[in-house]
Nanobody
Framework: QVQLVESGGGLVQAGGSLRLSCAAS????????LGWFRQAPGKEREFVAA????????YYRDSVKGRFTMSRDGAETAVYLQMNNLKPEDTAVYYC????????????????WGQGTQVTVSS
């Protein structure tokens, strides 16, 4: 059974930085896509970033390009989301998710989810 556990959220002022972590366990992830999503109050869950565990291109939503960086640590079986120059509109619960084989920006296509971590950016 795949388990994903996020950490690293918190309260930060606009312009600040946070680094989210997602510890993955339960199987080998060579054929998996790992993604970050977020959900603000009253809004739908939206795609933030995704990458193949085996390497290759990393995809980002337009509004975070140049500010967020997704990376992985194969030794620790973890993925990270470095978030710089945070804006109040980045405030949301951030989720780590996993699916097999093919890249997708659709939350419905991901099979495994973490519990989420709150990120709050004050103006």
């Amino acid at each position: 059974q795949v388990q994903l556990v996020e950490s690293g959220g918190g309260l930060v002022q606009a312009g600040g930085s946070l680094r989210l972590s997602c510890a993955a366990s339960g199987r080998t992830f060579n054929s998996y896509i790992l993604g970050w999503f977020r959900q603000a109050p009253g809004k739908e869950r939206e795609f933030v970033a995704a990458m193949s565990w085996s390497g290759g291109y990393t995809y980002y939503r337009d509004s975070v390009k140049g500010r967020f960086t997704m990376s992985r640590d194969g030794a620790e079986t973890a993925v990270y989301l470095q978030m710089n120059n945070l804006k109040p509109e980045d405030t949301a619960v951030y989720y780590c998710a996993a699916k097999r084989y093919y890249y997708s920006e659709s939350a419905a296509s991901y099979d495994y989810w973490g519990q989420g971590t709150q990120v709050t950016v004050s103006s």
